[in-house]
């Protein structure tokens, strides 16, 4: 099998903290067992790499795009003091593929299949053949989905800015062990109470993350019927298989 992810490794990389920082359907802030169905690779015209999830949470559908990489095709950005830090997207997809499989997604195979997919040159969905993460096929994971509300974005003659439309949305915020509730970082640290699965719960279950709160829009003017919408090193064993 092809493995077109084999150089997305963490080598080097910060392991990003357990922080407290979609779908078509609205989900209420919680955790929820996602039923991946497949995930497929795709780039954007600048070059970056992505994987969409896709796959149903209790009967509901859920799809999201996780981006993997920089146009550069880098996991990682320089932070300040000049550490890799992790994509938040290739973290997900990351933690994703270690509780599902045990291995990395840089270990994962690739296949292409036939899928439909949104296709934005014709507005609608359309049959295509793409590359899919072959071991996150018909994959049950333990996520952290927020309920997110944010401006609306519009394209304009000096690019894309918010506007005061708003619009609400999900997205993965952390991936858990499906039995055990552990983050990754839990089970790095041998750790054996999920502590920030309760956290997060306790902080944000049932709650709305509002990125307009405190906020106005760069285009309040503007109306629109479309929009776009401390670390630990990498251990050399891996706790995961």
């Known amino acids: 099998m092809a493995n077109a992810l084999s150089s997305l490794t963490t080598e080097g990389m910060e392991r990003q903290a357990d922080t407290l920082g979609g779908g078509k359907t609205l989900l209420p802030s919680d955790v929820y067992k996602l039923h991946v169905k497949y995930a497929y690779l795709g780039e954007s015209s600048g070059g970056a790499l992505s994987i969409t999830v896709v796959g149903k949470v209790n009967d509901t559908d859920y799809s999201e795009t996780f981006w993997i990489t920089n146009k550069e ?39 292409d299949k036939i899928i439909e997919k949104y296709n934005p040159e014709t507005s609608s969905m ?83 993350k509002d990125k307009t709160k405190g906020k106005t829009p760069e285009r309040p003017d503007a109306t629109t019927s479309s929009g776009m919408p401390s670390a630990e090193p990498t251990p050399v064993s891996n706790p995961f298989a």
Not at 93 to 100: G, R
Not at 162 to 177: A, C, G, L, P, Q
């Open 126 to 208: 359309q049959k295509a053949s793409v590359p899919v993460v072959e071991g996150l096929l018909d994959k049950d994971v333990l996520v952290a989905i927020s309920q997110v509300k944010e401006f609306k974005r519009k394209k304009f003659d000096d690019g894309y800015h918010t506007i005061s439309d708003t619009t609400e949305f999900n997205e993965i915020e952390k991936v858990f062990h499906l039995d055990k509730h552990l983050t990754a970082n839990e089970v790095l640290k041998k750790v054996e109470e999920p502590a920030f699965y309760t956290q997060w719960l306790e902080a944000k279950k049932g709650k709305v």
């Open 73 to 111: 095709k880098k996991q990682y950005y320089m932070s300040k003091n000049g550490k890799k830090v992790p994509l938040p997207g290739f973290v997900i997809i990351e933690d994703m593929c270690l509780f599902a499989t045990g291995k990395s997604l840089s270990e994962q195979n690739t296949v």
